[in-house]
Structures are given as C-alpha cells and as structure tokens.
C-alpha cells in the first residue's frame, strides 16, 4: 500500500502538468498590423532630462532607450531603458493607452559637492499617436531610485516614491 502512494501522486502531477492549466495567460500581439515604421528615433524631455532615444515597435508593444543629460549644473549624464504594452487602443492607428516599465537614471542629487544620478525602475501609464511616420508620446510614471549617501553616511536621498513625467516624438527611419 506504502509503494501505491508515490506512484499515484506522479500520477497525478503527470496529468496536471500534461493539462496545462495556465493561471496567466501570455500577451496578445496586438500590434501586429500596426502600420508603424519598426525603428524610429527621436528626442523628448523625462523628469529632468534632455534625451534622444531609439524605439522599437514590434507585435507586443514598444521597447526603447533614453540617453541624454540632466538639466542640472553638471549636465550629468543619464539613461533609461524600458518597454510598453498596449492596454488599451482608442485610435484608428493603435493610438492609446499603454501600461510600462523602466528601469535607469531616475534624478540627480547633489552628493559631496558633485552631481550623482541616482539608479531605479518604475511604472508608467502612457498616451501613444502612433502612425506610420511618427510616434508622439506622452507618460506618467511612478518609480522608487536608490538611496544616495555621502562619504560622512549622511543620506542625501531615500530610497521613496519618485513621480516622473515624460515626452518623446520620434520619426520613422
């Protein structure tokens, strides 16, 4: 009876697993007719910085990168990197809303005298026009950065809530 038990439970776990009960579906590709241009480049302010940025449109959302300067008296150099997915088409031209995440150069600090980017990710919730010449972005977006300390231990800034707010227009390459 002691030897039935093992064997009925891999039993079991063979049928659950051949079933393949999913609890998360995968995406939908819903920009697969999208007649947008794949590459486009552009520039647009985030937060506090000046940047140009590549974008990729592909059947899942928009992928993209950010590198510019902040607008502080350093002009520190700043990057981010992030992906969004359509939530919600409202348009003829898979204009809307998409849901997104980032991960980069959040802000800058004034930390012993220098200006310090501080590192983080967040979230974003974006309004696209998309078109085949151009792609217009606006995003709001919430993120947490790492908490900044100077040589004395003294903390310049917490790791708290940071409120970003972004614009990009990009052209079709």
């Keep these: 009876m002691n030897k039935i038990y093992p064997l009925l439970a891999l039993a079991l776990m063979t049928n659950a697993a051949y079933a393949q009960d999913q609890i998360f579906s995968t995406p939908e590709p819903k920009l697969g007719d999208a007649q947008a241009s794949t590459w486009n480049?552009?520039?647009?302010?985030?937060?506090?910085?000046?940047?140009?940025?590549?974008?990729?449109?592909?059947?899942?959302?928009?992928g993209y990168v950010k590198a510019g300067v902040f607008l502080?008296?350093?002009?520190?150099?700043?990057?981010?990197?992030?992906?969004?997915y359509p939530a919600h088409l409202t348009g003829?031209?898979?204009?809307?809303?998409?849901?997104?995440?980032?991960?980069?150069?959040?802000?800058?600090?004034?930390?012993?005298?220098?200006?310090?980017?501080?590192?983080?990710?967040?979230i974003?919730?974006?309004?696209?026009?998309?078109s085949s010449e151009r792609i217009s972005t606006f995003s709001v977006g919430i993120g947490?950065?790492?908490?900044?300390?100077?040589?004395?231990?003294?903390?310049?800034?917490?790791?708290?809530?940071?409120?970003q707010f972004s614009y990009t227009l990009s052209i079709g390459l």
């Design 41 to 62: 480049i552009g520039a647009g302010f985030t937060k506090k910085m000046i940047h140009v940025n590549p974008e990729w449109v592909n059947p899942y959302g928009i």
């Design 72 to 84: 502080d008296d350093d002009k520190t150099f700043g990057a981010q990197a992030g992906f969004r």
């Design 92 to 122: 003829k031209d898979k204009n809307g809303y998409y849901v997104g995440v980032y991960a980069g150069h959040l802000q800058t600090k004034q930390v012993d005298g220098e200006y310090e980017a501080q590192l983080g990710g967040g």
């Design 124 to 130: 974003d919730l974006a309004y696209v026009m998309l």
């Design 144 to 163: 947490a950065g790492e908490k900044l300390t100077s040589r004395g231990g003294y903390v310049v800034t917490e790791t708290e809530p940071v409120l």
